[in-house]
């Protein structure tokens, strides 16, 4: 199934979020700023990437789920969606 930015539009600003949120840790490492302050900050970008992860998915399983109401087949079966969930835990 192809990434739609209709369908993921929220996830892309998470992600671009966490881009500048990366770019401010990369800064912090390199101005020697204080590990606990560089940890809490690269916790908190893991966090926001990995709920990316999850909107991508949640997405992908109402699109088929949609499809399935339309009497369409899917692009993906529930396996495979659950296979990609798993792969972010």
């Given at each position: 199934?192809?990434?739609?930015?209709?369908?993921?539009?929220?996830?892309?600003?998470?992600?671009?979020?966490?881009?500048?949120?990366?770019?401010?840790?990369?800064?912090?490492?390199?101005?020697?700023?204080?590990?606990?302050?560089?940890?809490?900050?690269?916790?908190?970008?893991?966090?926001?990437?990995?709920?990316a992860?999850?909107?991508?998915?949640?997405?992908?399983?109402?699109?088929?789920?949609?499809?399935?109401?339309?009497?369409?087949?899917?692009?993906?079966?529930?396996?495979?969606?659950e296979?990609?969930?798993?792969?972010?835990?």
């Open positions: 199934m192809k990434v739609q930015q209709e369908m993921v539009g929220d996830a892309l600003t998470r992600l671009k979020r966490a881009r500048g949120q990366l770019n401010a840790v990369i800064e912090m490492i390199e101005e020697g700023r204080d590990c606990r302050d560089v940890l809490t900050q690269l916790a908190a970008v893991s966090k926001a990437v990995d709920r992860g999850y909107k991508i998915i949640a997405s992908g399983m109402r699109h088929c789920n949609a499809a399935r109401e339309r009497g369409e087949q899917p692009e993906m079966t529930d396996e495979e969606l296979k990609l969930f798993l792969s972010l835990a």
